[in-house]
């Protein structure tokens, strides 16, 4: 058997020592850093499997705005929270998908014929009860108001509310609730050109009609700014074939230049059954084929 001197096992443990000592010393620094790593991203990440994405932890989108039931059971618009909607939980609008999910159970019991006239809006559409009643000269009247809704709203479920029942005319009233919620009447107006774009790519021989917007006794703040949308929307109707703007504001405002609080419920927002039998009036004439054409707005419009 080979035999090394003494001398010579003792230099090379002499050799290999600084060796060890610095692989100890490399697997001490790893831990450590492994620790402070492991106890910074516990500082940094919030505890809890869904604080990740609260929506307080994420901006929301600029249109994001926050609706509520008022003790009626009707949905309002609050003015908007920088927190109030988390894009990656709440899509745009998804607001009013339970109200899309009951039409859509709704169609699924009956089915409604093709060719009919369209009512699409907010709360001032959803609660006119006897709409298809006060319009029984049309064969096929739905009613697709959902409560709270914008223009852009109508605009971003135009499939859902419009183009899938193929309807001969439209009529739509929103844009209220836009004002309120900080859109500017320019806002409204290009919303309501996008959904008058959809519905005549899809359904070209579709008439479109605006019922302008009413003079609520409650937002008389908001009369310059309901005004200019009227006006804005008016003149652009004036430019689209197979077209119309109804105008109900202005006979709706009294000799003195304000709402007629007798047609409104004590809210001062929502009609009361004179206020619909106003619009059913000033409506009836504009729809089916015998209805007036491309009329010019009124002296409230033209302001």
């Known amino acids: 058997m080979l035999r090394f001197p003494d001398s010579f096992r003792q230099r090379q443990a002499s050799r290999a020592a600084p060796l060890c000592t610095a692989l ?9 850093c492994t620790a402070a790593t492991a106890q910074t991203t516990a500082q940094l990440v919030p505890s809890g499997p869904s604080s990740l994405f609260s929506p307080s932890s994420l901006s929301s989108p600029p249109d994001a705005f926050d609706l509520f039931r008022d003790p009626a059971g009707n949905r309002s618009i609050a003015p908007p929270s920088p927190t109030s909607l988390s894009p990656m939980l709440d899509p745009p609008f998804s607001e009013w998908r339970p ?6 159970s709704a169609d699924k019991l009956r089915r409604p014929e093709q060719g009919g006239v369209i009512f699409v809006g907010s709360s001032t559409i959803r609660l006119w009860r006897n709409l298809a009643q006060d319009f029984l000269l049309q064969p096929v009247v739905l009613n697709r108001g959902f409560g709270g809704s914008t223009l852009a709203a109508c ?54 009609s605006f019922i302008s917007i009413k003079p609520s006794p409650s937002r008389r ?25 109804i105008d109900t504001h202005y006979p709706m405002l009294g000799a003195n230049g304000r709402p007629r609080a007798e047609l409104f419920l004590p809210d001062m927002l929502h009609m009361n059954e004179a206020g619909y039998a106003l619009w059913r009036s000033i409506i009836a004439p504009h729809l089916g084929s015998g209805g007036p054409r491309d009329l010019a707005p009124s002296p409230a419009a033209a302001r």
């Open 24 to 32: 100890a010393l490399g697997i001490a620094a790893l831990v450590l």
């Open 99 to 104: 109200d899309l999910d009951i039409f859509g």
């Open 155 to 208: 605009n971003f479920y135009v499939k859902d509310l419009v183009l899938q029942y193929r309807p001969s005319q439209v009529l739509v009233y929103a844009g209220e609730n836009d004002l309120v919620i900080g859109r500017t009447p320019q806002d409204v107006m290009e919303s309501f050109v996008r959904f008058s774009q959809a519905v005549r790519a899809e359904l070209p021989d579709t008439r479109i």
């Open 221 to 245: 703040a908001l009369t310059p700014v309901i005004q200019q949308a009227n006006r804005l929307i008016a003149g652009y109707l004036e430019k689209l074939p197979n077209s119309e703007y």
